[in-house]
């Protein structure tokens, strides 16, 4: 198999079992077909950046997963075989599946995946066959809610009571401060050293795909190009590389981030990053998609969350939600500007005015209007947003 120069095998199984912390990136549901081991060459998950790949069983396992475990591999890869009452494709009986995720332990697989709802019966099955080199992932949804934070400590409990070497957790959220509960059995269980892997579906969930690596998550999901994701808010690889930087992000990162309805075509996070890299700051700027601004600012008070630009429908609502408003920004009656003092306090800003003056300044004196036409085109403007 040919390896990209620079590039590595993983050899030890300290890297195997290390958590994220922005290093380890799973490429989700990629068909044996295209699988690094089906065409030779790792080139593309390489480039990429995927550490893991998950090679997601079809229809014939026994013809697929020689091609997908083939050796030498310069990958780990996680096996599913995902029933179709969790999603997936399979829907014959648990042994015969059961039974291709064995093989597959023996094939030498780093990760097998089974479902929380038949983790006893599996390893009823497996009667202590299972190699230790494959680390069994196991794996509970819910398609609906995010549930309490101790409800998803009690699932996690559940899991590891299984035999589980990693547990694994995504639920679905209603709005985007369903994602804080998450990031509380994350920090938890990083605390108590307990691998897991903890996500947030739907696009209000999107954050949780990369500010798992700030709290400890064993690993995220990408897909390796757009129309490629198995879920509607999956980022690309490259996304998370090179727009997130989460390779950067652990627990001192700070967060900053956009917050409107929609935000999903900000270009806010492009720029912001990459303004955050090049002068060494350790932070990531993220969409927000919030429907309750209040709600929002209240659940995510934490120090770590600093600062944020507020966009459509918030920009009047904010004005409401800090506890000091510059008064330029009063004037106006809408805030573009977050700034979390040291204190906690919320300190708002707006800068669209600023920023349109300073292009409307720059514009005239390129048509050579004298200096006291700007000020009047500069007071007819504040007069406007004023009254707006």
């Known amino acids: 198999m040919r390896v990209p120069p620079g590039s590595h095998a993983y050899t030890s199984a300290a890297e195997l079992n290390a958590p994220l912390r922005g290093k380890l990136i799973c490429c989700s549901q990629v068909p044996p077909a295209t699988a690094p081991s089906a065409n030779g060459d790792c080139s593309d998950f ?44 399979y829907a014959g009986e648990d042994e015969p599946r059961f039974e291709a995720l064995l093989l597959a332990m023996e094939l030498g697989a780093e990760y097998v995946d089974v479902e929380f709802k038949v983790a006893d019966k599996f390893m009823k099955y497996l009667s202590g066959k299972k190699p230790q080199n494959c680390k069994l992932i196991i794996s509970a949804y819910d398609y609906k809610t995010t549930p309490s934070v101790h409800e998803l400590l009690n699932l996690v409990a559940q899991i590891r009571a299984t035999g589980a070497d990693i547990v694994k957790i995504e ?47 064993y690993l995220t999901f990408a897909s390796l190009e757009n129309g490629k994701e198995s879920t509607t808010e999956q980022p690309t690889v490259a996304d998370l590389i090179n727009k997130y930087k989460i390779r950067q992000i652990g627990p001192d990162t700070k967060v900053f981030g956009i917050i409107g309805n929609p935000v999903s075509h900000s270009k806010s996070p492009i720029v912001q990053n990459q303004a955050f890299r090049s002068v060494g700051f350790d932070a990531v700027f993220l969409p927000f998609l919030s429907d309750d601004l209040v709600q929002f600012l209240y659940t995510f008070s934490a120090p770590d969350y600093a600062g944020f630009s507020c966009t459509m429908p918030h920009k009047e609502t904010a004005l409401r939600c800090c506890d000091d408003v510059d008064p330029i920004a009063r004037d106006i009656g809408a805030i573009n500007t977050i700034i979390r003092r040291p204190d906690g306090k919320l300190v708002g800003y707006n800068t669209d005015y600023s920023g349109a003056i300073s292009a409307i300044e720059d514009g005239i004196r390129g048509c050579h209007v ?15 947003i004023t009254a707006f």
């Open 171 to 217: 639920t679905t959220a209603a709005d985007i401060v369903d994602t804080s509960r998450m990031f509380q059995v994350l920090a938890h269980c990083h605390e108590k050293q307990v691998p897991i892997i903890g996500l947030v579906r739907k696009e209000h969930g999107f954050i949780s795909r990369i500010i798992c690596a700030k709290y400890g998550g």
């Open 46 to 89: 390489y480039a990429g950046g995927v550490a893991v790949y998950s090679g997601l069983l079809w229809s014939t396992p026994c013809r697929d997963l020689p091609v997908l475990l083939a050796q030498p591999r310069s990958l780990p890869v996680i096996v599913t075989y995902r029933p179709n009452w969790e999603g997936g494709q």
């Open 370 to 384: 004298p200096p006291f036409a700007i000020l009047c085109f500069a007071d007819l403007y504040m007069v406007h």
